[in-house]
């Protein structure tokens, strides 16, 4: 039995002074200080293993670039290596206390979007591991992230305790802070982008960014806005002959009439697609939806994400009242949660219901075109995918340009972003009775992410071992 294995009693959700109580007595367990520090087992499993297996069931000629991409430094590494660190977590002290987790939460996977209300907010935005688990795993994923991306930037050991610490901190503040909060107030709660300039704008005020953070902000928010369903449009689609399709950009996006297929399986994964998407419609929330006025056009296969690559992607052209009124969507194929060998698999029988159910629990708003689908494949496998709009307002953080003091306010806002999405996932008055008043989990956070980024470094001179002697095969760089 591993210490995630702890069961308790939860209390009743209208008794808030219980769930406290159940919080507190929860350090019992798994004291505060238990989660600081990282050493590998004697029987820890071969990384390269583990990265073999999940190529099983992935496209193989796009897995070479998976490696690539995650060859690249130790933390696009550590982006694709989130079975890896599921199988170290397993093993790591827990509260007992859990709550739907992301169960990917780097710093890569938050970022800004746009809410069915047009409004643009920032919260997390993947969630293909996502399952009730441990509320630790995600906020030591997101603490060594950035432990290793300031590794990555060259940053002092200070500077890096500062971040992670303020990562921690936020989670730990923003939580108690929900459990203070009424009911509604606590699931309504988020970061918007017009608090996130102010908030800015704050730190400005009392000289603790200057006036280019403010300025880098605000230009990232406004070029997140640009990127909407037009702009995508522009970029992706061109016109052949009068008829719009989806330009080939090889290998990262392929045209169905570009992926070299047998004569008539083309037309088959058309047919294919076609019947994903009149199925996937009973999953959508709307009674009166949208996507009913949309048509089918073009498919093309896209390379997504760098822990992604290798599962089926594709980009699905649609068109409204005219090609002026166009719709890009993402089918994305959808697999167990890393989380799974861990802990008790989903209750859902469908993997994209997975995906997608965590998702609209966890954000504090999803896409309007968000659902799911199992569907038996031309080649005769059924398989299940998730869809989504491809690109509505998003943006998200650039590692390679980021700043000590950026990535200080950058780490706060992952971290209470991760609080609100366990508030609402989770039990947040427990949560926030077991974390207490003090930084005393912060700390220990703070360790544990200094170790486990050693722990990654070695995981990538293996890994690049490997690639060396010809047990794994990159592709070039794309």
Avoid at 319 to 331: M, N, S
Avoid at 367 to 379: E, Y
Avoid at 463 to 474: D, I, K, P, T
Wanted: aromatic fraction near 8%; include cysteine; hydrophobic fraction near 40%.
């Amino acid at each position: 039995m591993t210490e995630t294995d702890a069961a308790f009693d939860p209390a009743p959700r209208d008794d808030f002074a219980a769930r406290a109580e159940a919080g507190r007595s929860a350090r019992r367990r798994a004291p505060r200080s238990s989660h600081a520090g990282w050493a590998p087992p004697a029987d820890r499993p071969d990384p390269v293993a583990l990265l073999e297996e999940q190529a099983v069931t992935r496209v193989p000629e796009l897995v070479p670039i998976r490696y690539a991409r995650m060859a690249v430094s130790p933390f696009t590494f550590y982006r694709g290596a989130a079975l890896i660190m599921a199988s170290d977590l397993a093993g790591t002290p827990a509260s007992g206390l859990t709550a739907q987790i992301c169960g990917d939460a780097h710093l890569s996977n938050f970022g800004v979007f746009a809410t069915p209300e047009r409004d643009l907010i920032f919260d997390i935005n993947d969630f293909d591991e996502t399952l009730p688990g441990p509320w630790e795993w995600d906020v030591k994923r997101l603490a060594a992230s950035f432990e290793i991306a300031g590794r990555h930037r060259g940053f002092s050991a200070a500077e890096r305790r500062r971040v992670v610490l303020e990562a921690v901190a936020g989670y730990r503040e923003r939580m108690r802070r929900a459990a203070r909060s009424g009911v509604l107030a606590a699931w309504y709660d988020r970061l918007d982008a017009d608090r996130m300039v102010q908030w800015i704008r704050e730190e400005r005020e009392a000289n603790r960014v200057g006036s280019r953070q403010v300025k880098r902000t605000q230009a990232a928010l406004a070029k997140a806005r640009t990127r909407d369903s037009v702009r995508v449009f522009t970029k992706l689609v061109e016109v052949d002959d009068g008829r719009m399709r989806i330009r080939s950009e090889p290998p990262l996006i392929v045209a169905i009439e570009d992926l070299g297929l047998q004569p008539g399986t083309g037309e088959a994964v058309e047919g294919w697609m076609r019947k994903m998407l009149a199925e996937y419609r009973s999953t959508l929330p709307l009674e009166r939806h949208p996507i009913e006025e949309f048509r089918y056009v073009h498919l093309a296969r896209k390379v997504v994400g760098v822990g992604s690559v290798g599962t089926r992607a594709w980009i699905v052209l649609l068109r409204g009242r005219d090609d002026g009124d166009p719709l890009i969507l993402q089918a994305k194929q959808a697999e167990a949660s890393v989380l799974e060998r861990f802990l008790p698999p989903s209750r859902y029988d469908q993997h994209g219901e997975r995906v997608v159910r965590g998702q609209r629990l966890m954000q504090a708003a999803s896409d309007l075109f968000l659902g799911w689908q199992r569907i038996v494949a031309p080649d005769g496998v059924e398989r299940d995918f998730y869809l989504r709009q491809l690109n509505d307002w998003k943006g998200s953080a650039d590692v390679e340009v980021m700043l000590p003091r950026g990535a200080e306010l950058y780490a706060r806002a992952c971290g209470e972003t991760l609080a609100r999405a366990h508030a609402r996932a989770g039990d947040r008055v427990a949560i926030a009775a077991y974390l207490g008043g003090s930084d005393r989990f912060d700390h220990a956070i703070a360790e544990f992410a200094i170790d486990y980024a050693d722990q990654n470094e070695r995981d990538y001179a293996t890994f690049r071992e490997a690639l060396a002697s010809g047990r794994l095969v990159a592709a070039d760089p794309v």
